[in-house]
T-cell receptor
Framework: DSGVTQTPKHLITATGQRVTLRCSPR?????VYWYQQSLDQGLQFLIQ???????AKGNILERFSAQQFPDLHSELNLSSLELGDSALYFC?????????????FGPGTRLTVT | AQRVTQPEKLLSVFKGAPVELKCNYS??????LFWYVQYSRQRLQLLLR??SRESIKGFTADLNKGETSFHLKKPFAQEEDSAMYYC???????????FGEGTQLTVNP
């Protein structure tokens, strides 16, 4: 078990709605990453936070936002949901922010937009 | 821009046969390459990284900078190796991982 936890495991919601996905990193890890895994786009990097600050941004839509709190847990907010947002959302954490530090992945949150 | 290509979406071998999963990359900087494995849409697990030069579960991968490749190999495949395998590139800046499209490996009995 990598120690990264994500809630909820599954989420079913309707188009136009807003949801919040939560991630708790491994104990001691300062950096959190969010990835989206969909059938047509594959695994794509969304955003990274390091010790509460945004560090890097990838293919994240303007309808999506994220933050990392003082206790280092992170939340990914998805709003005005569309059918195409249905995907598996992974959170990963690493000790620091550099590439020499392995990213440990959580079990993911499966989002279904109907 | 960085790019990772895994040319085979599906790969099927018989138990005991050698297996090679191909990975090619494009990156202007000094690459950090990884292989991740995902069993039945569960969490991704790091299988190996080129810098450590370890052999995990019998798998090895060598970084070939001339051919910009990082192919994953195992001399004798096992049924439990059936999974989705992703090659990933870590940027110099140390943030994102860029993943390939993945190869679904099936090891038949």
């Amino acid at each position: 078990d990598s120690g990264v936890t994500q809630t909820p495991k599954h989420l079913i919601t309707a188009t136009g709605q807003r949801v919040t996905l939560r991630c708790s990193p491994r104990s001691g890890d300062l950096s959190v990453y969010w990835y989206q895994q969909s059938l047509d786009q594959g695994l794509q990097f969304l955003i990274q936070y390091y010790n509460g600050e945004e560090r890097a941004k990838g293919n994240i839509l303007e309808r999506f936002s994220a933050q990392q709190f003082p206790d280092l847990h992170s939340e990914l907010n998805l709003s005005s949901l569309e059918l195409g947002d249905s995907a598996l959302y992974f959170c990963a954490s690493s000790r620091l922010g550099g590439r020499n530090y392995e990213q440990y992945f959580g079990p993911g949150t499966r989002l279904t937009v109907t | 821009a960085q790019r990772v290509t895994q040319p085979e979406k599906l790969l099927s071998v018989f138990k005991g046969a050698p297996v090679e999963l191909k990975c090619n990359y494009s990156y202007s900087g000094s690459p950090e390459l990884f292989w991740y494995v995902q069993y039945s849409r569960q969490r991704l697990q790091l299988l190996l990284r080129h810098i450590s030069r370890e052999s995990i579960k019998g798998f090895t991968a060598d970084l070939n900078k001339g051919e910009t490749s990082f192919h994953l190999k195992k001399p004798f495949a096992q049924e439990e190796d059936s999974a989705m395998y992703y090659c990933a590139l870590g940027e110099t800046s140390g943030s994102r991982l860029t993943f390939g499209e993945g190869t679904q490996l099936t090891v038949n009995p």
